[in-house]
């Protein structure tokens, strides 16, 4: 049986290289030469360092070819309130419109809009509450950011072929 299955694998394996199959991240040195511009505030500043680390995470200093722009946009909203109208939990909606523009012909050449939403409980203790808030923040940016790297590699993947 495993002679089977390991057949099948080389199999597939030889098949996707013969269709052209590339990796998405085949095009890093495109990656690498985009500018995150900065972001007001102290989300955009997390936004801003997690675009930085996946797009170029070893700070090669290639030349840089795009610049990417991103407009943040936080807003928390509470989803549970108790019959006494405290809240236990809130929901915060992230919204992220960017543009990547070339930088020789100042082009937009590609835009696009992300929105994530994350949620955190309300304790009795402030402090918990605070770090609930605060973590919820990390995750819903570092989601962002991860869903905008992945549209730009996809879309740069395209555009390198063109």
């Known amino acids: 049986m495993s002679w089977l299955r390991n057949s099948l694998c080389v199999f597939l394996i030889t098949s996707l290289t013969a269709c052209g199959f590339t990796p998405l991240y085949a095009n890093k040195r495109m990656l690498s030469s985009i500018e995150v511009q900065n972001i007001p505030g102290r989300s955009g500043?997390?936004?801003?360092?997690?675009?930085?680390?996946?797009?170029?995470?070893?700070?090669?200093?290639?030349?840089?070819?795009?610049?990417?722009?991103?407009?943040?946009?936080?807003?928390?909203?509470?989803?549970?309130?108790?019959?006494?109208?405290?809240?236990?939990?809130?929901?915060?909606?992230?919204?992220?419109?960017?543009?990547?523009?070339?930088?020789?012909?100042?082009?937009?050449?590609?835009?696009?809009?992300?929105?994530?939403?994350?949620?955190?409980?309300?304790s009795d203790a402030d402090y918990s509450t605070f770090v609930s808030e605060q973590d919820s923040i990390k995750r819903g940016l570092d989601e962002l950011a991860q869903e905008i790297f992945l549209r730009i590699s996809a879309f740069l993947s395209r555009y390198e072929k063109s």
């Open 45 to 122: 500043q997390l936004l801003h360092a997690s675009l930085e680390d996946l797009f170029d995470p070893s700070s090669s200093g290639d030349t840089i070819i795009f610049t990417l722009a991103p407009q943040l946009s936080t807003q928390s909203v509470p989803i549970s309130i108790e019959s006494d109208g405290t809240i236990q939990r809130y929901r915060i909606l992230f919204k992220t419109s960017f543009t990547l523009t070339d930088v020789t012909t100042g082009e937009v050449i590609y835009s696009d809009t992300v929105t994530r939403t994350n949620s955190y409980n309300i």
